[in-house]
């Protein structure tokens, strides 16, 4: 019993005992290496970020129209203008222009490096929703420089936005 006391005693009161700071600083530089590779990995990821940010804030979007084409008996339109850039939803869009409708309940800028389309039954950009639930039915594709995508499916006969990823 006595030896192994002298031992411990020996091991963590002798002047060996602990780190050097050059010991110190190794560890530190090599935890400052890590962070920063991890740090890249996240900034490159961004894009998907963005990507998946829009096809969120869109089906949100569309699921406030169907519901409150329901509660509030009218007809919501979402509009998609390529050209410009930018999504909106309005109440009984009549597709007249800017100057003649009321103004948009919604309205959003879309990222610049992404390419949104719309497609649907019309030629016309948009996607009405009705009182009765329903809707006019398409799917929304989007996908950002690195090809990853989202689809957003929205059902004709009941209206239920789905959002898939590619």
């Not at 084409?69 to 909106?88: I, N, P, Q």
């Not at 949104?116 to 009182?131: C, S, Y």
């Amino acid at each position: 019993m006595k030896n192994t006391k002298l031992r411990y005693s020996a091991i963590f009161n002798s002047p060996q005992a602990g780190f050097t700071l050059i010991e110190l600083i190794i560890v530190l530089v090599i935890i400052g290496i890590g962070f920063g590779i991890a740090g890249i990995a996240m900034r490159s990821g961004g894009g998907f970020l963005e990507l998946s940010t829009l096809a969120k804030d869109m089906s949100a979007t569309l699921r406030y129209a169907r519901s409150h084409a329901v509660a509030e008996k009218k007809t919501y339109s979402f509009v998609l203008w390529k050209e410009d850039k930018a999504y909106g939803l309005y109440t009984d869009f009549s597709g007249k222009g800017a100057d003649e409708e009321a103004p948009p309940v919604i309205y959003k800028t879309l990222p610049a490096a992404l390419e949104v389309n719309l497609k649907n039954m019309t030629d016309e950009p948009r996607i009405d929703f009705f009182p009765q639930g329903s809707s006019s039915g398409g799917t929304i594709d989007m996908k950002d420089a690195k090809g990853r995508a989202f689809t957003i499916v929205i059902g004709r006969i009941t209206g239920k936005v789905e959002v898939k990823r590619n």
